[in-house]
T-cell receptor, first 114, second 114 residues
Framework: EADIYQTPRYLVIGTGKKITLECSQT?????MYWYQQDPGMELHLIHY???????EKGDLSSESTVSRIRTEHFPLTLESARPSHTSQYLC?????????????FGSGTQLSVL | AQKITQTQPGMFVQEKEAVTLDCTYD???????LFWYKQPSSGEMIFLIY??????QNATEGRYSLNFQKARKSANLVISASQLGDSAMYFC???????????FGTGTRLQVFP
């Protein structure tokens, strides 16, 4: 059973506000991810972290930023939310064993910017 | 560039019947991994099954099996004995090169009816 948590589950906010989406995992995984998903569409990687103090942008350009000060914590921040940021944001962590890569996802944050 | 294609936007299946969800992929890598995830209406991503490119046997996990045809670059998911709780979006994904990042297809919405 995966232990990865995202808060809030739903967020409705006005344009121009600064928001932080929280993601925490208790599995000690080094690699963590943020994916963005529009309704009924595929997931797009927006941020990736190899470990503490290591982050890089994903394939989909995003105005959000991330930080990785602790292994278990990988928050995503939008400095000034806009309606175009309305989407679902899914956090994940992973480990690899002899059977391959395993990604574990949180429940997601559904963000609506008015 | 690597790509995942799911050509079935939606599928219907009667309870207790088997269903196959199609997935084709494109990659020039020799080593890669293929995944299937289930996303219920609640939004979380649930890992179902994994197939490594060098695995000689098709992966199976309970009622899920992966029909891996390397020459055709297909990795179809077979769900046997469908249950009402199987109704969800299903995403095929591929490990991107030697990284620990996944790229996703556009998904197939499966509806199981009594």
């Amino acid at each position: 059973e995966a232990d990865i948590y995202q808060t809030p589950r739903y967020l409705v906010i006005g344009t121009g506000k600064k928001i932080t989406l929280e993601c925490s995992q208790t599995m000690g995984h080094d690699k963590m991810y943020w994916y963005q998903q529009d309704p009924g569409m595929e997931l797009h990687l927006i941020h990736y972290s190899y470990g503490v103090n290591s982050t890089e942008k994903g394939d989909l350009s995003s105005e959000s930023t991330v930080s990785r000060i602790r292994t278990e914590h990988f928050p995503l921040t939008l400095e000034s939310a806009r309606p175009s940021h309305t989407s679902q944001y899914l956090c994940a962590s992973s480990f690899s064993d002899r059977r391959g890569l395993k990604l574990f996802f949180g429940s997601g944050t559904q963000l609506s910017v008015l | 560039a690597q790509k995942i294609t799911q050509t079935q936007p939606g599928m219907f299946v009667q309870e207790k019947e088997a269903v196959t969800l199609d997935c084709t992929y494109d990659t020039s890598d020799q080593s890669y991994g293929l995944f299937w995830y289930k996303q219920p209406s609640s939004g979380e991503m649930i890992f179902l099954i994994y197939q490594g490119s060098y695995d000689e046997q098709n992966a199976t996990e309970g009622r899920y099996s992966l029909n891996f045809q390397k020459a055709r670059k297909s990795a179809n998911l077979v769900i046997s004995a469908s249950q009402l709780g199987d109704s969800a979006m299903y995403f095929c994904a591929m490990r991107e090169g030697s990284t620990d990042k996944l790229i996703f297809g556009t998904g197939t919405r499966l509806q199981v009816f009594p």
